[in-house]
């Protein structure tokens, strides 16, 4: 109690006990005069610089943290401007200009499958005509996202990536875009955004109403195994 009465942290009627007590107690009164005049003398030091190991370990926290983005921060933080851009080849996926990876998914198709073109035809995880779900489509992402040749990334078939659209989703410094795809989620027609993670065997995956807006609604954020 002395040490937070020589720091004035007791509430003000504690604060009164306490000095009353310290005036008829000399061995009290003593120790509060070194508290006293111990933590003037520290006042008076240069501070001390933080170990370099300390920085670096919390650099890496903040790092490891800025990486998990809440859907509501990723709304609060773009701007609220709309501008359509033009996306070709409808959600196409490529591998370095090689042969297409992914054709569009749509729910129009009877059996609701990813195409042969995808890598592993019926074993592909898609669920019936309704299309993808959040419970399907993390299991699904390897199917979307491999299958190509080589280590080259994927990359919009003829048509650069959407130039407002993945800005506004993507996390600098931590995800690099793989590519956008059209498929059916929840029921609807949407676009299925893919990015590198700092984890090379996982893929996040922003599912968005509509990626030719700078700023299109997201419907949900995933991760799965590549």
Known sequence: MLADLSAHLLPAAADR?????????????TVLAALERTGSELRWLPPLAMPPHVVARIDDALAAESAVVSIDQLRARRRRRQQLIGIAAAGVLVVGGGGTLVSQLVGNSSSG??????????DSPVPSDSGFDQDSLPGAVSELVSGGEGEQP?????????????????????????GVIEMRYGGRNR??????????TVARVYVVDDCS??????VDVLQGQI
Not at 17 to 29: D, G, K, L, M, P
Not at 194 to 199: A, E, I, P, R
């Open 17 to 29: 006990t306490a000095r009353a007590h310290v005036e008829q107690c000399s061995e009290c009164s």
């Open 113 to 122: 499958q990813v195409s042969a073109d995808a890598g592993n035809g019926d």
């Open 154 to 178: 994927l990359r919009l078939e003829g048509t650069p990536a959407p130039e407002d659209c993945v800005p506004s989703l993507q996390i600098e410094g931590v995800e690099d875009l793989i």
């Open 191 to 200: 676009d299925a955004v893919f990015f590198t993670t700092s984890d090379p």
């Open 213 to 218: 807006l700078e700023d299109p609604e997201i």
